[in-house]
């Protein structure tokens, strides 16, 4: 994977230099179509080779390798745009990040900290304006205060209160510092519980993925589970990276679908078919008489095959990820709309299978299957609620003309695409 | 006569209160907990003052308040509303819907006696 990489930052990198291929070439002293060959991957590249090309392109050979990781460039992109970083400087977010690799993770880690802050502060104020409960707390809370405060100024403050009023105020005022101990006991409950969603280091997504990933993505418990909800609710107890309620319930959705899918098609039947039909996700749905939807999903939990794993809902906001190196997944913001994960949105039943690159380092390629499910009516008359799912699988790059898309508008750079919400804070294409 | 004020007010104590303070001072007060039918009994009921709370089972202070400024025999009523939100945005439609005075709960009963004898007097 590294090597495949390599390739694509040295063709990326000469041209942003400007140099042809040939004028690179004839500098270090290989022919044309040898530096062809590496551009595209093709020959691994090390060594003496490698700093001359770093030399010729006035980089340092890190950025070439695995100094300049695509997530990295991504997010000091972002703190340049963010923070209105314009011009030359700041085109050299990647150079920053081959020569400053540990500031250069600070300063993506920052970003990434204040991103997910500025998801909290966005939250908090939201609840502070719409939160029914809040709303109806607080006034229940002012109210009694209130009944209090006057109740409790006419006993102080009345000479020669008759007696029938005094006694008829203090019950009052019994009652009404009862309901407010209640109120403020439930008020303070609320922030206890909401106190959790404080905690902003990783978004429950960011949770959710690592305790997945943790476990592989595979769940023997669940595979010949009897009981499914009492083994996924022993999981999520037991899981140290769901820190907060919104990751644990999150959580407990996608293991609910890993159990029904394990009940449906077992890993082990998956894995004969596989041995005897390859892994050709129709093929194995077609083979096995399930859903495309399952078949994608299951084979997302084969450890041989590296697969990625992408699925949103019906507003396309993605609700799992199984990350892949070489395909983004933005945490926060929108994903790119050319994703065949959004294309069959709406289409249940059809499948759709393209090669597809992401635009900017690397380029590595995947086919990518995609499919849209309907759940289960509730009730009549509803609009049914969907489901796309999208398999990464990697292929070796090159052969194939791949699809370019995008990870998310602000960092993509493909100048010219129909399907731009936003500029991109890179210059131009690469 | 002694002036007569209608509170609309669905927190009984508070209502109460309101009431025990008000006559202390000489005013007839007439309570209704229901924001349904607030606007009739008002216009019935000819006050020199209403006071109104924002949040009432049936209809909001709000909706009772446009009524009636929609209707000329009440349009010039001085009302005094309450609210135990004290947030800007009830204010600002307390005054867009054409409010005399505005208080937010909890408030001292010196500053609510205030309120009213200055609407009077004015």
Same mark, same amino acid.
Request: with cysteine.
């Given at each position: 994977?590294?090597?495949?990489?390599?390739?694509?930052?040295?063709?990326?990198?000469?041209?942003?230099?400007?140099?042809?291929?040939?004028?690179?070439?004839?500098?270090?002293?290989?022919?044309?179509?040898?530096?062809?060959?590496?551009?595209?991957?093709?020959?691994?590249?090390?060594?003496?080779?490698?700093?001359?090309?770093?030399?010729?392109?006035?980089?340092?050979?890190?950025?070439?390798?695995?100094?300049?990781?695509?997530?990295?460039?991504?997010?000091?992109?972002?703190?340049?745009?963010?923070?209105?970083?314009?011009?030359?400087?700041?085109?050299?977010?990647?150079?920053?990040?081959?020569?400053?690799?540990?500031?250069?993770?600070?300063?993506?880690?920052?970003?990434?900290?204040?991103?997910?802050?500025?998801?909290?502060?966005?939250?908090?104020?939201?609840?502070?304006?719409?939160?029914?409960?809040?709303?109806?707390?607080?006034?229940?809370?002012?109210?009694?205060?209130?009944?209090?405060?006057?109740?409790?100024?006419?006993?102080?403050?009345?000479?020669?209160?008759?007696?029938?009023?005094?006694?008829?105020?203090?019950?009052?005022?019994?009652?009404?510092?009862?309901?407010?101990?209640?109120?403020?006991?439930?008020?303070?409950?609320?922030?206890?519980?909401?106190?959790?969603?404080?905690?902003?280091?990783?978004?429950?997504?960011?949770?959710?993925?690592?305790?997945?990933?943790?476990?592989?993505?595979?769940?023997?418990?669940?595979?010949?589970?009897?009981?499914?909800?009492?083994?996924?609710?022993?999981?999520?107890?037991?899981?140290?990276?769901?820190?907060?309620?919104?990751?644990?319930?999150? =959580?407990?959705?996608?293991?609910? @679908?890993?159990?029904? &899918? *394990?009940? $449906?098609?077992?890993? %082990? +039947?998956?894995?004969? !078919?596989?041995?005897?039909?390859?892994?050709?996700?129709?093929?194995?749905?077609?083979?096995?008489?399930?859903?495309?939807?399952?078949?994608?999903?299951?084979?997302?939990?084969?450890?041989?095959?590296?697969?990625?794993?992408?699925?949103?809902?019906?507003?396309?906001?993605?609700?799992?990820?199984?990350?892949?190196?070489?395909?983004?997944?933005?945490?926060?913001?929108?994903?790119?709309?050319?994703?065949?994960?959004?294309?069959?949105?709406?289409?249940?039943?059809?499948?759709?299978?393209?090669?597809? =690159?992401?635009?900017?380092?690397? @380029?590595?390629?995947? &086919? *990518?299957? $995609?499919?849209?499910? %309907? +759940?289960?009516?509730? !009730?009549?008359?509803?609009?049914?609620?969907?489901?796309?799912?999208?398999?990464?699988?990697?292929?070796?790059?090159?052969?194939?003309?791949?699809?370019?898309?995008?990870?998310?508008?602000?960092?993509?750079?493909?100048?010219?695409?129909?399907?731009?919400?936003?500029?991109?804070?890179?210059?131009?294409?690469? | 006569?002694?002036?007569?004020?209608?509170?609309?007010?669905?927190?009984?104590?508070?209502?109460?209160?309101?009431?025990?303070?008000?006559?202390?001072?000489?005013?007839?007060?007439?309570?209704?907990?229901?924001?349904?039918?607030?606007?009739?009994?008002?216009?019935?009921?000819?006050?020199?003052?209403?006071?109104?709370?924002?949040?009432?089972?049936?209809?909001?202070?709000?909706?009772?308040?446009?009524?009636?400024?929609?209707?000329?025999?009440?349009?010039?009523?001085?009302?005094?509303?309450?609210?135990?939100?004290?947030?800007?945005?009830?204010?600002?439609?307390?005054?867009?819907?054409?409010?005399?005075?505005?208080?937010?709960?909890?408030?001292?009963?010196?500053?609510?006696?205030?309120?009213?004898?200055?609407?009077?007097?004015?």
């Amino acid at each position: 994977m590294r090597e495949t990489l390599t390739g694509s930052r040295i063709r990326e990198r000469r041209v942003m230099a400007g140099l042809k291929q040939a004028e690179l070439a004839q500098q270090i002293g290989i022919s044309a179509s040898y530096l062809n060959l590496i551009e595209h991957n093709r020959r691994r590249i090390g060594g003496k080779l490698l700093l001359n090309i770093a030399q010729a392109l006035q980089v340092e050979p890190q950025a070439l390798t695995e100094g300049a990781e695509a997530a990295l460039i991504a997010a000091l992109r972002e703190a340049a745009g963010d923070s209105g970083l314009a011009g030359p400087e700041a085109e050299r977010a990647d150079e920053f990040a081959g020569r400053f690799p540990g500031w250069a993770k600070v300063l993506a880690s920052s970003q990434r900290r204040i991103a997910a802050l500025e998801q909290t502060v966005e939250a908090l104020s939201d609840r502070l304006a719409h939160d029914p409960q809040l709303a109806t707390s607080m006034h229940e809370l002012l109210s009694t205060a209130a009944a209090i405060r006057s109740t409790a100024a006419i006993l102080a403050e009345t000479d020669s209160l008759q007696p029938e009023w005094r006694d008829r105020f203090q019950a009052n005022i019994h009652q009404d510092s009862r309901r407010l101990s209640d109120s403020a006991q439930a008020l303070v409950t609320y922030f206890d519980n909401a106190a959790e969603t404080r905690e902003v280091t990783h978004s429950p997504q960011a949770e959710v993925e690592a305790f997945l990933a943790a476990h592989d993505y595979r769940f023997e418990p669940l595979e010949q589970a009897r009981a499914p909800e009492e083994a996924i609710a022993q999981l999520v107890a037991g899981a140290e990276a769901l820190k907060t309620k919104a990751a644990q319930h999150i =959580a407990t959705g996608v293991l609910q @679908q890993i159990a029904r &899918d *394990a009940t $449906a098609l077992p890993l %082990v +039947q998956l894995e004969q !078919a596989v041995g005897a039909q390859g892994h050709d996700p129709a093929t194995l749905a077609q083979a096995l008489n399930q859903p495309v939807g399952r078949v994608l999903r299951r084979l997302a939990s084969l450890p041989d095959l590296g697969a990625g794993l992408v699925v949103c809902d019906r507003s396309g906001s993605v609700t799992f990820a199984k990350s892949i190196e070489g395909f983004t997944v933005p945490r926060f913001g929108a994903c790119c709309p050319l994703w065949p994960l959004f294309a069959v949105l709406g289409q249940p039943g059809l499948v759709m299978k393209s090669r597809v =690159a992401q635009m900017g380092r690397g @380029q590595a390629q995947f &086919d *990518a299957i $995609a499919t849209c499910e %309907v +759940q289960a009516a509730p !009730a009549y008359n509803i609009p049914p609620l969907s489901q796309s799912v999208m398999l990464l699988l990697p292929v070796p790059s090159g052969t194939t003309p791949a699809q370019p898309v995008g990870a998310t508008c602000r960092i993509c750079p493909i100048s010219a695409c129909r399907a731009r919400r936003e500029p991109s804070i890179l210059r131009d294409g690469i | 006569m002694s002036k007569l004020v209608v509170l609309v007010e669905d927190e009984v104590n508070i209502a109460e209160a309101i009431r025990f303070l008000l006559s202390q001072e000489g005013w007839r007060v007439e309570t209704l907990a229901n924001g349904a039918g607030a606007a009739d009994v008002i216009r019935k009921a000819a006050p020199d003052l209403v006071m109104l709370d924002v949040m009432l089972p049936g209809k909001s202070g709000f909706e009772i308040l446009d009524e009636l400024r929609s209707d000329p025999a009440t349009g010039d009523l001085p009302v005094l509303m309450l609210t135990a939100r004290g947030q800007s945005r009830d204010r600002a439609m307390a005054e867009k819907a054409g409010v005399s005075r505005f208080m937010t709960k909890p408030f001292s009963n010196a500053e609510m006696l205030d309120a009213v004898r200055d609407l009077i007097a004015s």
